[in-house]
């Protein structure tokens, strides 16, 4: 796997994976499969231990990513955002090949390919190596998304977001009462909690940060998708 060390936030399919340098953890943005789903491998520096969050698609690929940044046989976590099929395509075969805990929330694990390991909510965290993220429960999009919290002891926080948040406004939801839930449990626990220097990873497309996004957030509301 092609990778760059410049990182952007913006990743290409088909093309090289892009890591950024943390004082304790490095983070490697890969883009897979026909949606551009984004994936991404967390290492922590001082062990060698990995987490994967959103075995999406191409598994070759994801492994690939992995054995660039760190060793498939340090792959120890892999983590799901939520249920939709273009999230968990490789979550089968990713399991199957390398045997890492898995992760997701209760009230989507049912339809997931792989039953977790453990299934985490707000307030839990997920550890890898010596360092660890934080879980938020984000109801909206689908019943059980969740975003995964790194909190640099260096500098910015960095979320991941799955479906639930992007540059320019939330994840699809079905109807309007999934959207005010999603809006609601995104302004109490992510934006009212987090600085604006707080970086974002979504499940598609390039990053933002929250202080890029939080001066939009009556119109989000106001719009009611």
């Given at each position: 796997?092609?990778?760059?060390?410049?990182?952007?936030?913006?990743?290409?399919?088909?093309?090289?994976?892009?890591?950024?340098?943390?004082?304790?953890?490095?983070?490697?943005?890969?883009?897979?499969?026909?949606?551009?789903?984004?994936?991404?491998?967390?290492?922590?520096?001082?062990?060698?231990?990995?987490?994967?969050?959103?075995a999406a698609n191409?598994?070759?690929?994801?492994?690939?990513?992995?054995?660039?940044?760190?060793?498939?046989?340090?792959?120890?976590?892999?983590?799901?955002?939520?249920?939709?099929?273009?999230?968990?395509?490789?979550?089968?075969?990713?399991?199957?090949?390398?045997?890492?805990?898995?992760?997701?929330?209760?009230?989507?694990?049912?339809?997931?390919?792989?039953?977790?390991?453990?299934?985490?909510?707000?307030?839990?965290?997920?550890?890898?190596?010596?360092?660890?993220?934080?879980?938020?429960?984000?109801?909206?999009h689908t019943p059980?998304?969740?975003?995964?919290?790194?909190?640099?002891?260096?500098?910015?926080?960095?979320?991941?977001?799955?479906?639930?948040?992007?540059?320019?406004?939330?994840?699809?939801?079905?109807?309007?009462?999934?959207?005010?839930?999603?809006?609601?449990?995104?302004?109490?626990?992510?934006?009212?909690?987090?600085?604006?220097?707080?970086?974002?990873?979504?499940?598609?497309?390039?990053?933002?940060t929250l202080g890029?996004?939080?001066?939009?957030?009556?119109?989000?509301?106001?719009?009611?998708?």
């Amino acid at each position: 796997m092609d990778l760059l060390d410049q990182y952007t936030g913006h990743v290409e399919p088909a093309g090289p994976a892009a890591r950024r340098d943390l004082q304790d953890v490095s983070i490697t943005k890969v883009s897979v499969g026909p949606m551009d789903n984004n994936a991404y491998v967390l290492v922590d520096k001082a062990t060698g231990q990995a987490l994967l969050i959103d075995a999406a698609n191409e598994t070759d690929r994801l492994l690939d990513t992995v054995d660039t940044v760190a060793s498939r046989d340090k792959l120890s976590v892999l983590a799901t955002t939520h249920k939709h099929w273009d999230h968990i395509q490789s979550l089968e075969d990713v399991v199957g090949a390398v045997h890492p805990s898995t992760y997701a929330h209760e009230k989507d694990a049912p339809e997931l390919p792989v039953t977790p390991d453990h299934t985490v909510g707000d307030d839990d965290t997920v550890s890898f190596g010596d360092s660890f993220v934080e879980i938020i429960h984000l109801d909206g999009h689908t019943p059980g998304s969740i975003a995964l919290l790194y909190r640099d002891p260096a500098g910015s926080a960095h979320i991941f977001t799955g479906d639930s948040l992007f540059p320019g406004g939330h994840g699809k939801t079905a109807t309007l009462e999934h959207h005010e839930s999603l809006m609601n449990d995104l302004e109490h626990k992510v934006f009212s909690r987090l600085d604006d220097d707080t970086h974002v990873y979504p499940g598609h497309g390039d990053d933002t940060t929250l202080g890029a996004e939080r001066p939009h957030l009556p119109e989000w509301r106001e719009r009611g998708w």
